[in-house]
């Protein structure tokens, strides 16, 4: 009888330690599984160190829904300094759900979705009882800081190096984004000085000055009508000089010089020549936008005349490749008692950049 007592009795304490283990078991509450936030990713509009600023675009989809009270918190690196968006600053931050851009204040008093507020490196974000449904789990969380947002300032790079950026907050996901910070490629080079300067049927002739009517130069034998734009001689000027360029003009002689006689046909101002009298003038016309022609070498220049001392010419301010073209001739005339004979000059012109 005793070993029937005894053996009931084990049996006994063994049923009833299986009745408390499986009852601890339902009573105490099962741990939380953890969840994490997943595509997670942060875009910076600069990743060079400090002193450089730069936007960020905070993008992860949540896999618990985010309710109204719950928060989301964005804890930077502190070599981040994120002091210029310290406090409220809403201007600076924007927050979507999905394609749902939620309304931001300081706290939840108002009428809008969310409140925000950035102390210490990290960035919280409250709902509010205004957005009711809360962001459900699943929706993709885009969070704009910076000019990107609208505002004005921006997030101070740290130094060079990979940083973390943790997202946390009551509503049970987590995850860290990493950003690398790096150093800019430095890249230099030099743009040569240029010039080119070219001159258009350099050859020019008067033909037979008849001593009644004003001969103009062109490239075959002169005529006594001016030789439309674009004729006869085209002075084209290129340079890449910050402050322009000069070109001056000086004859050989001191007009038209017939050597044979050893007599000069002076040179006067273009507005003077006439087709009855001894006179000599080069000149330019038809100048193009970058080009501008000394008044004194104009159609009608009457101030100056040409001489074997360089002379303002054509100027050109700043850099030119287009419109930079210039004609170029010469008008003169021949009285009764002109000697006959074979009259020449040469023009020289000279172009000066200023780089």
Same mark, same amino acid.
Do not use: W
């Given at each position: 009888?005793?070993?029937?007592?005894?053996?009931?009795? +084990?049996? $006994?304490?063994?049923?009833?330690?299986?009745? =408390? #283990?499986?009852?601890?078991?339902?009573?105490?509450?099962?741990?939380?599984?953890?969840?994490?936030?997943?595509?997670?990713?942060?875009?910076?509009?600069?990743?060079?160190?400090?002193?450089?600023?730069?936007?960020?675009?905070?993008?992860?989809?949540?896999?618990?829904?985010?309710?109204?009270?719950?928060? *989301?918190?964005?804890?930077?690196?502190?070599?981040?300094?994120?002091?210029?968006?310290?406090?409220?600053?809403?201007?600076?931050?924007?927050? +979507?759900?999905? &394609?749902?851009?939620?309304?931001?204040?300081?706290?939840?008093?108002?009428?809008?979705?969310?409140?925000?507020?950035?102390?210490?490196?990290?960035?919280?974000?409250?709902?509010?009882?205004?957005?009711?449904?809360?962001?459900?789990?699943?929706?993709?969380?885009?969070?704009?800081?910076?000019?990107?947002?609208?505002?004005?300032?921006?997030?101070?790079?740290?130094?060079?190096? =990979?940083?973390d950026i943790a997202v946390a907050?009551?509503?049970?996901?987590? !995850?860290?984004? +990493? =950003?690398? *910070?790096?150093?800019?490629?430095?890249?230099?080079?030099?743009?040569?000085?240029?010039?080119?300067?070219?001159?258009?049927?350099?050859? #020019?002739?008067?033909?037979?000055?008849? !001593? /009644?009517?004003?001969?103009?130069?062109?490239?075959?034998?002169?005529?006594?009508?001016?030789?439309?734009?674009?004729?006869?001689?085209?002075?084209?000027?290129?340079?890449?000089?910050? !402050?322009? $360029?000069?070109?001056? *003009?000086?004859?050989?002689?001191?007009?038209?010089?017939?050597?044979?006689?050893?007599?000069?046909?002076?040179?006067?101002?273009p507005n003077d020549v006439s087709?009855?009298?001894?006179?000599?003038?080069?000149?330019? +016309?038809?100048?193009?936008?970058?080009?501008? *022609?000394?008044?004194?070498?104009?159609?009608?220049?009457?101030?100056?005349?040409?001489?074997?001392?360089?002379?303002?010419?054509?100027?050109?301010?700043?850099?030119? &490749?287009? #419109?930079?073209?210039?004609?170029?001739?010469?008008?003169?005339?021949?009285?009764?008692?002109?000697?006959?004979?074979?009259?020449?000059?040469?023009?020289?012109? =000279? /172009?000066?950049?200023?780089?």
């Amino acid at each position: 009888m005793p070993k029937i007592i005894k053996k009931h009795g +084990k049996t $006994a304490l063994v049923f009833g330690l299986i009745f =408390v #283990l499986v009852a601890m078991y339902l009573l105490v509450p099962l741990a939380k599984a953890a969840t994490y936030i997943t595509n997670y990713s942060d875009a910076l509009t600069d990743s060079r160190p400090s002193p450089v600023a730069a936007d960020h675009t905070i993008t992860f989809d949540v896999t618990s829904t985010v309710h109204v009270g719950d928060t *989301i918190t964005i804890t930077f690196d502190s070599g981040f300094d994120t002091s210029t968006i310290e406090g409220t600053e809403t201007a600076d931050v924007d927050v +979507k759900d999905e &394609s749902t851009d939620l309304t931001l204040a300081a706290n939840c008093a108002g009428s809008e979705d969310a409140s925000i507020v950035m102390a210490s490196d990290v960035l919280t974000i409250t709902i509010c009882s205004e957005y009711a449904a809360g962001i459900a789990g699943g929706n993709t969380v885009e969070i704009q800081i910076g000019t990107n947002a609208g505002g004005t300032h921006q997030i101070v790079n740290p130094t060079v190096g =990979v940083k973390d950026i943790a997202v946390a907050g009551t509503f049970g996901d987590t !995850g860290t984004i +990493k =950003v690398a *910070i790096v150093l800019g490629i430095s890249i230099t080079a030099t743009v040569a000085e240029s010039l080119s300067f070219t001159i258009e049927e350099p050859t #020019l002739n008067f033909g037979t000055i008849d !001593g /009644a009517n004003i001969r103009y130069t062109n490239t075959t034998t002169g005529t006594n009508t001016e030789p439309t734009n674009g004729e006869p001689c085209v002075l084209t000027l290129v340079t890449n000089a910050s !402050g322009g $360029a000069t070109i001056t *003009i000086q004859d050989l002689y001191t007009g038209l010089y017939d050597s044979g006689a050893s007599y000069t046909i002076d040179a006067t101002h273009p507005n003077d020549v006439s087709g009855t009298s001894e006179s000599y003038a080069p000149y330019a +016309k038809n100048n193009a936008a970058n080009l501008a *022609i000394d008044a004194a070498f104009a159609t009608d220049g009457n101030t100056v005349t040409v001489t074997t001392t360089p002379q303002s010419f054509i100027t050109a301010a700043g850099p030119l &490749s287009t #419109l930079n073209t210039v004609d170029i001739l010469a008008k003169a005339g021949a009285a009764a008692a002109t000697p006959t004979g074979s009259y020449a000059d040469t023009l020289i012109l =000279v /172009a000066t950049p200023t780089f």
